[in-house]
Structures are given as structure tokens and as C-alpha cells.
């Protein structure tokens, strides 16, 4: 918790320090709890978030940041899902690592590399600075 300058407990602080460090970033993006966080965030776009990619890229975004992407937004996540998908089509066993991590989804229905497609979306979402500290 120190990466990200939260108090040591032996003190009340009444207001912590806003801070975006290049280390945070890093730990945003690999730590295996937040790739098992954006794993569970993927299996319910799936699940509850419609049936098709726009519904579903819109149901996560809404529930990071509590509100609906604009166009240009929509548009780059549906890019980046269709190059994972494309990406994972073309070697799988790049889509069974990345689910590997924390190996929480043992879901025999879900296809494992719309799943992983939708996870890196996912990850990409709970990592926007909107979806980590409030404007």
C-alpha cells in the first residue's frame, strides 16, 4: 500500500495525497489481483452485459466509472477487443496464460478467448485514472 501513499495506520489522516507515480501504473497493470479483478470484470460483461460488444463494453465502463463512454471512447475499447480477439485466435495459449492468473474462472461455458479478449478490455477500463480516483 505504500505504492500508492496510503497512511501507515499509526496516524489518522484526515485527507490522503492524490498521486499518479509510473510504479502505481505498473502495479495497475500486472499485479495478479487486479488481472483477477479485470478476469471477474470480463466473465460479467459477458454474462450481464448484453449481447453484443457495444452493450458490454458499455455495461463495464459504467460500472468503473459511473458513466457511459462517449463515441471516440467506445470506439478505440471495440478496436482493442477486436485486435485481442484476432490476437488470441492466433495463438491460444496466450489467451489460457493470461487466464491462468489467480486461476479463479473454471467456467467450462465461457469461450476462453472471448474471455481473455474481454479481460484485457476489462483490465484496460479499471485502469483509466476516471476509474481509479474520482475527477
Partial sequence: MMIFDAGSRNLCTVKRQSTNTPLQALVLLNDPQFLIS????????????????????????????????????????????????????????????????????????????????YGVVANTIINLSESIQKN
Fill in 38 to 117: 479485470a478476469q471477474a470484470l470480463a466473465k460479467r460483461m459477458i454474462e450481464e452485459g448484453g449481447k453484443n460488444s457495444k452493450e458490454r463494453i458499455d455495461y463495464a465502463f459504467y460500472l468503473a466509472t459511473s458513466r457511459k463512454p462517449n463515441v471516440k471512447e467506445l470506439n478505440i475499447l471495440e478496436d482493442l477487443l477486436q485486435a485481442e480477439m484476432d490476437e488470441f485466435k492466433k495463438h491460444p495459449s496466450r489467451a489460457d496464460e493470461f487466464l491462468q492468473i489467480g486461476a479463479t474462472l473454471d467456467d467450462a461455458t465461457l469461450n476462453k478467448l472471448e474471455l481473455a479478449a
